[in-house]
């Protein structure tokens, strides 16, 4: 497993990691909570300390506004980033302001990226971005695989640990339907943060 003991995990991202953290606080009832769970009963004597600051509605833009005060000033040893769905999203959208373009996405993520090694040393873990979508033709799906593989890129890049969600939901639309994992395509139900979780924990080299 990548991680040591007695360190900070830092959760950034949209709504997905989000997952209604406030009402259902601090970790909400998403991904992030699931992976807090069986990562707590895996390694008890780790100590980690998990903290999320999944924000809805973001885009990378927003994301960057918000870094120094959720990300810097929290000293993580870990930053876990999973942005892009709503970059891609206005796109298909009424709200087209919102969409962010893949140059500036990848250049904003790297401008991220940057400033957590430089100001505190942090190591990354990145979620790439998915749609819910079976059909490798449709047009979001083509669009979010573009922005993904910006990600992957990046993660290379930076060394950092990359959560391939895409594959992970590809698998999954083997067994079941769209509609079983999401109501929109991008949201995911239970069953979906389950199978993110799972991807994380993969990713990070989870023993299961």
């Known amino acids: 497993m990548i991680f040591s003991q007695h360190q900070r995990i830092v959760f950034v991202g949209d709504s997905i990691t ?3 953290r406030r009402t259902a606080a601090p970790y ?9 769970n069986f990562m707590v009963a895996r390694y008890p004597h780790y100590n980690l300390t998990f903290i999320n600051k999944g924000v809805s509605g973001d885009t990378v833009r927003r994301l960057a506004m918000r870094w120094e005060a959720d990300v810097i000033r929290e000293r993580p040893h870990w930053v876990s980033i999973m942005i892009g769905a709503n970059d891609v999203w206005g796109h ?4 087209a302001r919102e969409a962010v373009p ?31 979508i079976s059909d490798v033709q449709h047009p979001m799906r083509q669009l979010m695989a573009l922005y993904a593989s910006v990600v992957e890129d990046l993660a290379i890049e930076f060394g950092a640990a990359l959560v391939r969600t895409q594959a992970a939901f590809d698998e999954a639309l083997q067994h079941q339907p ?23 924990l993969r990713a990070v080299g989870y023993e299961f």
């Open 18 to 20: 989000d997952a209604d």
């Open 28 to 36: 909400g009832n998403g991904y992030v909570n699931i992976v807090r």
């Open 92 to 95: 298909f959208t009424y709200n």
């Open 102 to 132: 893949i140059q500036e996405f990848r250049n904003t993520l790297r401008a991220l990226l940057q400033r957590a090694r430089q100001a505190i040393g942090a190591n990354v873990v990145l979620m790439q971005p998915y749609a819910v």
């Open 178 to 200: 769209e509609s079983f994992w999401s109501p929109d395509q991008i949201h995911v139900n239970a069953q979906g943060h389950a199978l993110l979780a799972q991807a994380w």
